[in-house]
């Protein structure tokens, strides 16, 4: 029937917004309920995907979040920043060669993804290796910056920090 009210049209768009209220009343786990809700709706809803990624990861649940986003791959295949996301998962369980695969991996489909730079930055730190966190953000997205100026920005405190503690 044309014009009429369907009750389930408004569904995704209730549990998106009452899930983004809980999230930012740092109820995640009632967010995820609503998120699964919105998720058996509309399968490609990428930011209830994205926002129930976050929300596992704020319940420091790695591995389902490492879920979520293996399932928006499925979907997006070619969108840097999930690569980078995963990497912050598989960096919050202290796993830094997976880290590392999955940021070179967003650096493969976009090497001016600012987040993967910085994301590669924090993986050396926390191994220690902070020389090599400067040299490779000194080196890479600075000769990058002709073309996006904007990675200045989401690199540079990662830079900084790198070259206080090393002490140059």
Known sequence: MRGCYRPQSFLPDNYRLRGLCRINLKRYEEAVSDYVKLLEIEPKDESGWHNMTLCYLQLKEYDKAVECIDRMLGYWPQKAPLYTLKAQAYFAQKDTAAAMASIDRALEINPYEGQAWSMRAAV??????????GKRLWIRPYSRCLVRPDIISTVHWRVIISVIYVGR
């Not at 050396?124 to 966190?133: D, F, T, V, W």
Request: proline share 0%; charged share 40%.
């Open 124 to 133: 050396y730190a926390g191994r220690e290796e902070y020389k090599l966190a």
